[in-house]
Nanobody, 119 residues
Framework: QVQVVESGGGLVQPGGSLRLSCAASGSIFRLNTMGWYRQAPGKQRQSVAVISSEGSTNYVDSVKGRFTISRDNAKNTVYLQMNSLKPEDTAVYYC?????????????WGQGTQVTVSS
């Protein structure tokens, strides 16, 4: 059994910052690519940022230069530092981890954390 749990969402004014965290736990043999996704009301879930086990990163164009994804492999944790937040960043943010567990590669999603950018 493996799970990921997000934290760090909340309400912030435009131009503000938030830091999201996502910790994986359970029977983890290897933690592969981890990523952050978001879903705004009435819209499809989109990839925001991903980071490989080696530290390679990829961002959606709309957050480049504002968001930074990082990971701490010792803690099985991935972070998303969000700066210069805009109202259009408002969404539920989900963490996904690709985990090798019990001989199987599985994608594990968190429950999501709400980020609201509003004055």
């Amino acid at each position: 059994q493996v799970q990921v749990v997000e934290s760090g969402g909340g309400l912030v004014q435009p131009g503000g910052s938030l830091r999201l965290s996502c910790a994986a736990s359970g029977s983890i043999f290897r933690l592969n690519t981890m990523g952050w996704y978001r879903q705004a009301p009435g819209k499809q879930r989109q990839s925001v940022a991903v980071i490989s086990s080696e530290g390679s990163t990829n961002y959606v164009d709309s957050v480049k230069g504002r968001f930074t994804i990082s990971r701490d492999n010792a803690k099985n944790t991935v972070y998303l530092q969000m700066n210069s937040l805009k109202p259009e960043d408002t969404a539920v943010y989900y963490c996904k981890a690709q985990i090798l567990t019990n001989g199987y590669d599985v994608d594990v999603w968190g429950q999501g954390t709400q980020v609201t950018v509003s004055s």
